[in-house]
C-alpha cells in the first residue's frame, strides 16, 4: 500500500541522491546503508533530525565529511516537507538554514559554495 508519507528509506535516499549523485563520499554512502531499509513513517519517528545528525557525526567523528551533515539536513527537511525545495539548490540551502539556523558550520557553508548554494 503506498502513502503519501515517506519513510525513513525514502527520505534518505532522496537526500543522498541530492547530497552525493556520484556516490564517492564514503561517509554519505554509509548513511544510506544505516537506514536503507528503515520502513518507519519518517513524520512517526520522535526527534529525526537528531537521530540522522547523530549518525553523521557517529560516521565521521573527525568531521572530514561536511556532505554527511549535509545529507543529515536534507534527510530531515524531507521527512517534514517530501515536495523539497523548487529545485536542488534550494532544498540544499533550506535544509541547512532548518538544521543550523544562522550557525551553519564553515565546513557545511564551504561544501555548500562548492554545490554553487549561497546561504
Not at 53 to 68: K, M, V, Y
Amino acid at each position: 500500500m503506498q502513502t503519501d508519507t515517506p519513510t525513513v528509506s525514502e527520505v534518505i535516499h532522496e537526500a543522498v541522491a541530492m547530497t552525493d549523485p556520484d556516490g564517492h563520499d564514503d561517509a554519505i554512502a554509509e548513511m544510506l546503508e544505516v537506514f536503507e531499509d528503515d520502513d518507519r513513517p519518517a513524520q512517526g519517528v520522535e526527534d529525526l533530525p537528531e537521530v540522522f545528525g547523530s549518525t553523521a557525526r557517529g560516521l565521521d567523528p573527525e568531521g572530514d565529511s561536511p556532505g554527511a551533515r549535509v545529507t543529515a539536513a536534507v534527510a530531515s527537511f524531507l521527512a517534514t516537507q517530501p515536495e523539497g525545495g523548487d529545485d536542488r539548490q534550494a532544498t540544499l540551502r533550506v535544509a541547512v538554514r532548518t538544521a543550523y539556523g544562522d550557525d551553519v558550520p564553515e565546513r557545511v557553508a564551504g561544501w555548500l559554495r562548492e554545490e554553487g548554494v549561497h546561504i
